[in-house]
């Protein structure tokens, strides 16, 4: 649909328009040091919240050097016994992934042969990727627990056969997960804990919160259940809240979601045709680290990979249109940097944390797929948020080239408090100026320099 949209409402410099918050173009690039305000800054140390030897271990290697502040608010009230329920949110790139899989490191039991062979805790996620990721966050963090053994619930390629889960912690997607136990691959009964990663994603999805609801069902009764995104839009809060009822909650306004981080910016484009050219005129000009385009479209996605191919640039492309192994080659190669240009559509919008991503760029705005359509101001915070992970500093720009896709900028700017800036497509030497400041700028994290995990008790 958006690749064909209807030209007739067309606006030619739609930023001219004078309503609205989107911002005339000025820049400033800030760093900023940790200060207490910040998503990332925590009174307490990992070493107050009662984390085993084992798994401080794992946190040391991994650099992190305090709790986020995410993550010392959650973990007290996550490792309390009995245990009580959570819905957590906070910004993108502040530490989710760690903040539950420390709670369910710590809750394992590895005593008994038995024990050992027996998944303990359940982690569920839009996305194969996600699940991957997950898989290794939790394996980084549990190098030291002798016996840890973490399983892949995701779809496995056809023809592949599938064995018994005999993970402690499994990860998987609600489908393939919902599969494995009714095949009896996967046995449930001894599960403590359930973490939804992604959980407003997970629990609104059509069909994903109804899966999702089944296969609690075919859990204890007494499973801890925790709930962690970036966002909840109204419309899923109260079943997050009777999925995880008497939780322990942690949540943000609106205004506190945006990650200052990341500087919001605006291009106006002459037309839909006109989006590619600036598209490839900006990797013309720019050395960009790595980078990740979003199209609504599986089609929009594989035609601007082949013609950027064809243009000389080295591509990939990964949407819902391929199939396992092949997914996982193709964000392999993105993480790793052999690729540094990823062009998807919403299926890695969120959670994917690569942290050489300084830019991001919405090459489709985000709508909820309406007549008309309206914003999706919850997955443009997630788009945006592959980059300035975890206090790095990242660009996120978006294209507008017609009334439409102005005023669904200017819904988000609105719904976050925000101002993009816009960037004038007219001097390329300024765009270029004003880039190469943001891309370069050092990142506020930097000022927050890791100690060396040997140095460390
Ligand atoms: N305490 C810490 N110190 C330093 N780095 C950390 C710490 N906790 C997490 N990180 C790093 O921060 C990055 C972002 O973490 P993570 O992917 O968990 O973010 P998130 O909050 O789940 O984001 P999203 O909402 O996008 O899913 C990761 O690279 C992770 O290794």
Not at 289 to 316: L, N, W, Y
Not at 318 to 342: C, N, P
Request: charged fraction near 25%.
């Amino acid at each position: 649909m958006a690749d064909n949209q209807d030209m007739s409402d067309q606006v030619d410099g739609a930023a001219d328009q004078t309503t609205g918050l989107l911002a005339p173009s000025q820049f400033d690039v800030e760093v900023k040091l940790i200060d207490p305000n910040s998503p990332l800054y925590a009174a307490e140390s990992f070493e107050q919240l009662g984390l085993s030897p084992e798994i401080l271990k794992g946190v040391y290697k991994l650099n992190f050097r305090a709790p986020s502040k995410i993550q010392a608010r959650a973990l007290p009230l996550l490792l309390g016994n009995p245990p009580v329920n959570m819905i957590g949110q906070s910004q993108s790139g502040t530490g989710k992934t760690a903040a539950f899989s420390l709670n369910i490191l710590s809750r394992l039991d590895l005593s008994t042969e038995q024990a050992q062979k027996t998944p303990q805790a359940l982690v569920l996620a839009p996305t194969r990727e996600l699940a991957r990721q997950i898989i290794g966050v939790i394996q980084a963090l549990g190098e030291f627990i002798p016996n840890l053994k973490v399983s892949a619930a995701i779809p496995a390629d056809t023809g592949a056969r599938a064995t018994a889960v005999e993970g402690q912690v499994v990860v998987g997607t609600p489908g393939t997960t919902m599969d494995m136990i009714k095949k009896r691959i996967l046995n449930p009964s001894q599960l403590k804990t359930l973490v939804l990663d992604e959980a407003d994603n997970m629990l609104d999805l059509a069909g994903m919160g109804e899966q999702c609801m089944r296969l609690k069902m075919l859990l204890p009764k007494t499973i801890q259940i925790v709930l962690f995104s970036a966002t909840y839009a109204d419309k899923v809060k109260d079943f997050a809240a009777k999925f995880a009822p008497t939780a322990n909650e942690l949540t943000l306004k609106e205004e506190e979601l945006t990650v200052e981080g990341i500087k919001q910016m605006y291009m106006d484009c002459a037309s839909e045709e006109n989006k590619y050219e600036v598209l490839v005129k900006l990797y013309g000009l720019m050395t960009i680290g790595s980078s990740v385009i979003f199209v609504k479209r599986r089609d929009t996605a594989a035609r601007i990979e082949q013609r950027m191919i064809q243009d000389g640039h080295v591509v990939v492309s990964l949407t819902g249109a391929y199939e396992g192994s092949v997914r996982d080659q193709i964000i392999d190669a993105f993480r790793s940097g052999k690729a540094k240009v990823l062009i998807t559509t919403n299926v890695l919008a969120r959670g994917i944390d690569v942290s050489t991503v300084n830019l991001v760029i919405n090459y489709d705005v985000p709508d909820d797929g309406g007549r008309p359509p309206k914003a999706d101001p919850q997955t443009y915070l997630h788009r945006i948020g592959r980059t300035g992970r975890y206090g790095r500093v990242g660009a996120a720009i978006t294209f507008i080239h017609d009334r439409t896709s102005y005023n669904i900028m200017n819904e988000i700017a609105v719904h976050f408090g925000v101002q993009p800036v816009r960037i004038d497509t007219s001097d390329w030497d300024l765009v270029e100026d004003t880039l190469s400041r943001i891309l370069k700028s050092k990142a506020a994290a930097a000022d927050f320099k890791p100690e060396r995990a040997d140095a460390m008790p």
